[in-house]
């Protein structure tokens, strides 16, 4: 069981709204955690350890009825606060003296995504987000994408240029101009866009830099990481198309991981099908490279990984996780190694 506190007390995106519907439980993981998320009636959303407190069943493969879960194993019956209401086999016991009690979680939607928090939320909201919502910019969801890697080595690599010449040739980047530009990185702590780490004037050539590009472009991008799992790229306004790419992880284990995508542009003209393929295209270039490296946790003890000056994105990420005493999905000199 999981028990870092900096993860434990922040929201994470476990689902899209749309498809927790009423009358069924969905199955899903978050930090160790196995989790069943459903709809009742009256459209409120509830999240619960998938764990019957009689015979640790599976809560996901019981039925609902009305606004009761039944477990499958022995149907006992949970109302929607979790509490134990009629046990079939003892059908004379009063609910008075039920004692059983799932665990329940911290759960709201934002984003068009279902947020859950495992311990005591340490701000209100998920993550900040302000471009969502912007009229302007039109919404699409990619993915999810399951990585055999952890949270940080993938929002690292969302946060890392130096590959697109590599990784994504003929798309993000090419070959003959594979160099990256100095850039600046500042901590930032912002009304609309929260706290976190700022990298500007981030600057590529790119054969095609979004669905919607016609040719190369000298593209300029800002990087933000605004939680240890969650950070979001902006393009610079004069880019052809104004786009904001938030990046939100699902950290299902330490080292497994749902990514969940969410554009905000102003590209009216594409279908959502071509855009979510061309991110398709981009992010499955990503996976075999993420699930190659080793370790799969992000090190965090100097010296681990040999950087360069273009990597000070990437360290000053891994100084934000160390500042924020994060420890899952992360090596650090002072861990147990088990
Ligand atoms: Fe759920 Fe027995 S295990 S009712
Ligand atoms: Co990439």
């Given at each position: 069981?999981?028990?870092?506190?900096?993860?434990?007390?922040?929201?994470h995106p476990v689902a899209l709204s749309q498809e927790i519907v009423a009358g069924a439980i969905a199955a899903t993981d978050l930090l160790d955690m196995r989790l069943a998320l459903w709809r009742d009636s009256g459209g409120a959303l509830h999240a619960w350890e998938d764990r019957c407190p009689h015979r640790g069943t599976r809560l996901s493969m019981g039925a609902l009825h009305g606004?009761?879960?039944?477990?499958?194993?022995?149907?006992?019956?949970?109302?929607?606060?979790g509490r134990c209401q009629h046990i079939p086999a003892l059908p004379a016991l009063g609910a008075a003296s039920l004692k059983a009690q799932v665990a329940t979680y911290h759960v709201r939607e934002c984003y068009g995504l279902v947020w859950v928090c495992l311990g005591e939320p340490a701000t209100a909201t998920p993550p900040r987000f302000p471009e969502f919502a912007d009229p302007a910019l039109r919404k699409v969801w990619c993915g999810p994408y399951d990585v055999q890697s952890s949270g940080p080595r993938?929002?690292?690599?969302?946060?890392d240029m130096a590959h697109f010449a590599f990784?994504?040739?003929?798309?993000?980047?090419?070959q003959e101009q594979a160099a990256i530009a100095s850039y600046t990185i500042e901590n930032f702590d912002d009304v609309d866009y929260g706290s976190g780490v700022w990298a500007k004037q981030c600057r590529a050539w790119q054969p095609q830099a979004s669905k919607a590009a016609t040719g190369g472009a000298?593209?300029?991008y800002t990087y933000r990481v605004v939680r240890p799992l969650t950070a979001v790229l902006t393009k610079h306004p004069a880019a052809?198309?104004?786009?904001?790419i938030a990046l939100m992880l699902q950290p299902l284990t330490e080292t497994t991981t749902r990514v969940w995508i969410i554009l905000a542009l102003d590209?009216?003209?594409?279908?959502?099908?071509?855009?979510?393929?061309?991110?398709?295209?981009?992010?499955l270039q990503d996976r075999p490279i993420l699930e190659s490296q080793s370790p799969a946790r992000l090190p965090l003890i100097p010296g681990a990984e040999v950087s360069v000056a273009c990597d000070r994105m990437s360290l000053a990420y891994r100084g934000y996780l160390k500042q924020q005493d994060l420890r899952y999905g992360v090596l650090r000199n002072d861990q147990e190694t088990t």
């Open positions: 069981m999981n028990t870092d506190p900096v993860l434990l007390n922040d929201w606004d009761t879960l039944r477990c499958a194993y022995h149907g006992w019956s949970f109302g929607s606060e993938i929002v690292e690599n969302f946060l990784v994504h040739e003929g798309i993000l980047g090419v000298d593209i300029e052809s198309v104004r786009e904001a590209d009216f003209t594409s279908g959502d099908d071509e855009l979510r393929q061309f991110q398709d295209t981009i992010f």
